[in-house]
Nanobody
Framework: QAQVVEFGGGLVQPGGSLRLSCVAS????????VGWFRHAPGKEREGPLS????????YYADSVKGRFTISRDDAKRTVYLQMDDLKSSDTAVYYC???????????????WGPGTQVTVSS
């Protein structure tokens, strides 16, 4: 069964960094654009925060531009989200999802991971 799964969440202090991984199985990730989303308690899901196109072009929402960096390694079927200068407001469950093409519309994403918790706290 084709799926994507997130790894790398955890607890980090404000100003710290984390790198999330989105790993695909039974899925040729190079055929898909991959986006990252997040859902904080009491808030609506936000995203995509960042998108990696099939050719590796990166797109960012204003809320994370300059702090988050997306990249991909298709040989490893993995898309990464490097998060720097983290703030308490970045605390959320982070999800990756795959779409047929670059899109800012969440319902266009086909495969969704179960999510990984990121907590930014001192």
């Amino acid at each position: 069964q084709a799926q994507v799964v997130e790894f790398g969440g955890g607890l980090v202090q404000p100003g710290g960094s984390l790198r999330l991984s989105c790993v695909a199985s039974q899925l040729f990730l190079d055929y898909y654009a991959v986006g990252w989303f997040r859902h904080a308690p009491g808030k609506e899901r936000e995203g995509p925060l960042s998108i990696s196109s099939q050719d590796g072009t990166a797109y960012y929402a204003d809320s994370v531009k300059g702090r988050f960096t997306i990249s991909r390694d298709d040989a490893k079927r993995t898309v990464y989200l490097q998060m720097d200068d983290l703030k308490s407001s970045d605390t959320a469950v982070y999800y990756c999802a795959a779409a047929a093409d670059v899109t800012w519309v969440p319902r266009d994403y086909i495969y969704w991971g179960p999510g990984t918790q990121v907590t930014v706290s001192s």
